[in-house]
């Protein structure tokens, strides 16, 4: 089994900040793209950013700037830096990560369970 963990939502004012922490257990090989996702109520989910297995980043254009993502290969974690946090930035925040669980198999996309974050005062 694998298992995805995101924790550090919560509420925050507006103009704060906020750091999302994932950790991927379970049984693992190893592990190529990691990502940030979130949902904000009545829309779709959406791309925030996504890190590769050597650190090569991209992010939606609107979050360019404010948020940074990153990885701990050793610890099988994904981290996201909110800044300047926006009442629009509230969603729900998932992480993904494609995970290959032996070397005889393919990477298959798993996700976890969400964190909320709302922004605020």
Same mark, same amino acid.
């Given at each position: 089994?694998?298992?995805?963990?995101?924790?550090? $939502?919560?509420?925050? &004012?507006?103009? /704060?900040?906020? #750091?999302?922490?994932? =950790?991927?257990?379970? +049984?693992?090989?190893?592990?190529?793209?990691? $990502?940030?996702?979130? &949902?904000?109520? /009545?829309?779709? #989910?959406?791309?925030? =950013?996504?890190?590769? +297995?050597?650190?090569?980043?991209?992010?939606?254009?609107?979050?360019?700037?404010?948020?940074?993502?990153? #990885?701990?290969?050793?610890?099988?974690?994904?981290?996201?830096?909110?800044?300047?946090?926006?009442?629009?930035?509230?969603?729900?925040?998932?992480?993904?990560?494609?995970?290959?669980?032996?070397?005889?198999?393919?990477?298959?996309?798993?996700?976890?369970?969400?964190?909320?974050?709302?922004?605020?005062?």
């Amino acid at each position: 089994q694998v298992q995805l963990v995101e924790s550090g $939502g919560g509420l925050v &004012q507006p103009g /704060g900040s906020l #750091r999302l922490s994932c =950790a991927a257990s379970g +049984s693992i090989f190893s592990i190529s793209a990691m $990502g940030w996702y979130r &949902q904000a109520p /009545g829309k779709q #989910r959406e791309l925030v =950013a996504r890190i590769a +297995s050597r650190g090569t980043t991209n992010y939606s254009d609107s979050l360019k700037g404010r948020f940074t993502i990153s #990885r701990d290969n050793a610890k099988n974690m994904v981290y996201l830096r909110m800044n300047s946090l926006e009442p629009e930035d509230t969603a729900v925040y998932y992480c993904n990560a494609d995970i290959r669980k032996d070397s005889g198999s393919y990477y298959d996309t798993y996700w976890g369970q969400g964190t909320q974050v709302t922004v605020s005062s």
